[in-house]
Every structure is written in C-alpha cells, then in structure tokens.
C-alpha cells in the first residue's frame, strides 16, 4: 500500500513538474517587422489592424497547436539597420521561428542576408516586390511574399498605360530598391509595347520639397505621370505636380489605394487618375475580410497591403500548424506548401474557414488557402501570380474597380515581350 502509494506521488510530482513545461509553449508566437514609426507609419497602421484581424480570427478558430496566437511586432523605423535589430530580437529574445515582414524592399533584403536566411527561420513579406528576392527564395525555400514581384507589375502597370491611351509618360519613382526596379521593369515594358517614356525621376522621401524632382519630370511635357511611391509623400507630390501644371492624367502604384490619399490630394484633381493593384477583383474570402475589416475598425477596408498582410499572417500560422511546431524554422517552411496545396481542401477566409483548415491539418491533410489576394500557390521562388485590378474615383470621389488583368494575361504577355 506505502509502496502503490509512493508510485503515485511520484507520478503525480512529474505531471506537477511537467506543467510548466507544457505552459511554456504556449502562447504560439508569429513574428513582424514593420516601421510603426517613421514616414511609413500611416499606411501601416491599416496593415497591422488587418494582422490584428487574421489572429483574432484564428484564436476564435481554435489557436495554432491549441495554443493561443500572439502577433509580435518590432519597429523598424523603415531603416533596414533597425529591422535587422528587430528580427534579431524577435529570434534570439522572443524565440519566434517565422517573420511576417518587413515593408520595403530595402529592408527585407536586410533581414534576410543578415538575420532570418542564417537562422533558418522562413520570412513572408506582405509587400517587398523586388525582383531579386526570388533568388533568395529558390536558392534557400526561406522567403514567401503575398505581393506580386515588380517583374509582374511593371509588366501590368505598361499594359495598363497602353490600354489607357496615355501617350508620353513621366516616372516618378522614389529612390529605393521598389522605385528603381519598378520603374525600370515598367520603361522596358513600356516601350516594347510601342509607348514612349520622357523620363525617370528618382526622389528621396522626406524631403522638404520636391519641386526639382517635379521640375526635372514636366521636360519634355509628357501626357502621363506615373507616379511609383508611398501614399504619405505620395499626396504632396501629387499636389505640388498639379500647382506645378503637371498633367492630371495619372497612373499609381498600388501603394496610393487609400481613401486618405485620395482626399488629401482633392478628389476633384483625380477625375482621369488610375491605380494599379495586385489581387484579385472578387472571391469569398475578399468578401469576408473586407466585413470583417469594416467591423473591427469602422473604416474601410481598401487600401495598401491591408489584404496581403491579413493572407501573410493566416499563412505562417497555418504553416507552423502543418509543421506541428512552432520552433522548427524549416518545418515551418515547408507548411508553406502544404497550406498552398492546389490538390488540398479549399479554405476561405475567417473564423469558419480556419476552423476547418486546422482541423484538416490535425489529421495530416494538405489545404488549399484562397486569401483575401486571391489564389496563393508559391512556385519554387516562394512568389505568387495574381491578377491585377484597376481603380478610379466614382461620382462621390470613391475609389472603386473599374477593370482587371487576370493572371494569365499578366504572365502570358510578359512572357512575350521578355523571352529570351
């Protein structure tokens, strides 16, 4: 009897002891590296709401491992020394194995060379478009991205200036790795389309004025602008364009989506304005964040990578629940393809469609996650193909679809005017 006893005391000591341990696990932690403060922080505060979304819909899901889902975000000031900084503490402090992140191009480059691609630990940008990171993601299966590669849109963005009718075009680009690429990709596209570019004008953000930048780009009285930018000094650049006597014939890059943009430069100056945008023109899943979105924070829920940031942090949590752990940097990696699997069960958006991803992944099946961007199959570079959707301003000054390019048009005429 003392000794039957003495068994369970024991036994119950290492339940006891094992507790701690098991609580340690949880909560399951995605990492992000994004600038919550600096020139970029109004565009961002929309995209970290929608990442807010995605985890509050897979705690109410169930959570990730049967853990409750933290997002972990660090300030990178859009400096690429301070992301450095912030990956390395979200690894080596915080002991996250996967990074949704980060924003600009410059940036991402950092923290992959430096920080994630030495620590094996799979990064996922919501927007870093740089051609050059598909190398990275074929030579190491460690980077994915949710936004279209600047190769597709520069492709996309010529496509549209011909069926526009634009005539001569000015580029205005800002001057980091997304500015210089796309607008190179966009002049060679351009021109072989049979379009004539007057110049490329590179700027700095955060200058105080632009006027000789603006002054630079009018030589030459081009019919368009093509304005490559953020939608904070986007707005100004646009104005003093106009006050200038720039032409009101507009095309923007995808990261001047914003109602905010919008009203700060005048509706009424935007009558002929285009933008261009990766992802798709309708599916449930769009459908279902754009409610929630609009639920959660009582704003719209258009705007730039609001919808490509949600699919990221859906995607690396689903991808640590296909790897059945949250520390196995390249487990979780390969959960990437899994949750992608074009032959796995269908999942859209939200609380119910993540219930039945997880489920699906406790039994050891693949899914097939249609995001708020549309179709999510990585090819062996971790990039996507999407479709791409044309805006203007209605009546009332709101933006909304006027046209699209499906995926095979996009890659079927780049295709033709790049094959080697």
Known sequence: MIRAFARLLALLSAVMVSLPAMAASCPVKIGSVMPLTGPLAPVVAGMLKSAQLAVNQLNAAGGVLGCKLDLVVRDSQAQPSLAVDAAHQLIDLEGVRVIVGEVTSGGTAAVLNSVTVPAHVPLISPTASAPSFSDIGRSTGLFFRTNASDALQGVA????????????????????????????????????????????????????????????????????????????????????????????????????????????????YLQHAVWLTPGSVQTPSLDNFRAAYTAMTKQPAEGPGRASTYDAVVLAALAIEAAKSAT??????????????????????????????????????????????????????????????????????A??????????????????????
């Open 157 to 268: 963005a010529a496509s549209q200036a011909i069926a526009g009718k634009s005539g001569t075009v000015a580029v205005l680009a800002v001057n980091n790795d997304w500015g210089q690429n796309l607008s190179r990709v966009f002049k060679e596209a351009y021109e072989k389309l049979g379009g004539h570019i007057t110049r490329i004008v590179l700027y700095n953000p955060g200058q105080s004025s632009y006027r000789a930048e603006i002054s630079a780009a009018m030589q030459g009285a081009p019919h368009t602008l093509y304005l490559i930018g953020y939608a904070t000094e986007g707005a100004q650049l646009a104005r003093d364009w106009i006050s200038q006597g720039g032409t009101q014939n507009f095309l923007f890059a995808h990261n001047m989506n914003d109602a905010a943009f919008v009203k700060a430069v005048g509706a009424k």
């Open 328 to 397: 196995d940097g390249p487990a979780i990696a390969a959960g990437f393809r899994r949750v992608t699997d074009a032959a796995g069960v269908r999942i859209d958006a939200g609380e119910a469609g993540f219930k039945t991803a997880l489920a699906a992944l406790a039994k050891g099946q693949s899914v097939n996650y249609i995001g708020a961007t549309g179709p999510l199959q990585f090819d062996a570079s971790g990039d996507i193909a999407v479709p791409f959707v044309a805006w203007t301003l209605d009546a009332q000054g």
């Open 399 to 420: 933006l909304h679809v006027s046209g699209h390019m499906s995926v095979e048009d996009v890659q079927t005429l780049r295709t033709r005017l790049f094959a080697k």
